[in-house]
């Protein structure tokens, strides 16, 4: 009987690094690979699940990347919204609401932030600990679990394409709510100007600043 425990014991610890021994390879094939991308264009989808309700709201827009972390992120539908991150502060402009807010550039400095992992800029063999969780339509996927998780993120799954590139990523809070964001279009290595990550309020639009919020969560941006 020990034998038999011993046997299914040693397997497991085989399978287990097995496993770690694949996503540490991926890990350093994703790192290799974003280390020399300098820039893309996305299309996505987003779905955002509240646990407690069920309710789910789903998005659709644009993303660009321009390192060394300069992003422009537009919702199209059902609400318009841009969220420019340049190389000094954030700006999230609310077109039907009249009203842009500023925020501090130190939000998205984390890896535990969703653009950090969503760009490829998130320092995973450092922050995380990593589980290979096999294929999902012809994609790798990964589980990350923050080694000093934040109410913003405990957890996520990343998704993995052929190439490479981050395809996919869900991220989920303290609360169990999901923040799923899909790249339904990938365009590596695109030309954009420098002027995609400027931002300056419409005349008649009210700023709100909150450079000086300590207490402001990335969670109140990219959601």
Do not use: C
Not at 57 to 74: A, C, N, S, V
Not at 98 to 124: C, F, K, M, N, W
Request: net charge negative; aromatic share 10%.
């Amino acid at each position: 009987m020990r034998m038999i425990k011993s046997l299914v014991l040693g397997a497991v610890s085989l399978l287990a690094l097995a496993s770690w021994a694949q996503a540490a390879d991926l890990v350093g094939d994703l790192k290799q690979r974003y280390d020399s991308l300098q820039s893309f264009s996305a299309e996505f989808e987003q779905k955002l699940t509240h646990k407690e309700s069920g309710a789910v709201e789903t998005r659709y827009g644009t993303l660009h990347f321009k390192k060394p972390l300069l992003i422009r992120w537009e919702t199209k539908k059902p609400i318009k919204e841009t969220l420019v991150v340049t190389g000094k502060e954030i700006w999230d402009y609310i077109p039907d609401e009249e009203v842009a807010y500023r925020y501090p550039h130190d939000l998205v400095q984390d890896s535990r932030s969703i653009i950090q992992v969503l760009t490829g800029q998130a320092a995973l063999s450092k922050d995380f600990d990593i589980k290979e969780e096999g294929t999902e339509n012809g994609m790798r996927k990964l589980r990350l679990y923050p080694k000093d998780p934040t109410p913003q993120m405990v957890e996520a799954l990343i998704w993995v394409d052929a190439q490479t590139f981050i395809r996919r990523v869900d991220l989920v809070d303290f609360y169990g709510n999901h923040n799923d964001v899909n790249f339904t279009k990938f365009i590596p290595d695109v030309m954009l100007g420098s002027g995609t990550f400027q931002f300056t309020p419409p005349k008649g639009v009210d700023v709100e600043d909150r450079t000086d919020k300590a207490k402001v969560q990335e969670r109140e941006l990219f959601k």
